[in-house]
């Protein structure tokens, strides 16, 4: 019987360690899909983490999402920038420089003949 016991407790352990690599397998495998497909829609290596869908299917929306997203914040980033306040108007400093400032504000007194 100690036989039978140590042949049972032996497939037990190697079922455990196949079911270790199938299980390893699957995660690289799992893995060399996410970098592809970040590959493939342009996501920088550092957003792939943020796929972490398990299907297949999914991993592929979840990626064409996260792409779409990209590009969308990308669009308003240059958005932005062409958004930007102008200089401020500093016209008001070089006709003070120059003399022929009012005294009165920016707003102009007008004299009138007495």
Known sequence: MT???ESEETQELFIAELQSQL???RREALQA???ALAAQHGIP???IALLRAEDSEQLAQDAALLARAMRARGAQGV???AAEPAAPDLSWLR???SGRANPF???GVRWQDE
Request: net charge positive; aromatic share 0%; charged share 45%.
């Open 45 to 47: 290596a550092e957003l």
């Open 105 to 107: 504000g920016r707003g």
């Open 95 to 97: 006709e003070r420089l």
């Open 79 to 81: 958005l932005g920038h």
């Open 23 to 25: 299980a390893q397998a």
């Open 33 to 35: 899909k996410r970098e």
């Open 3 to 5: 036989e039978r016991a």
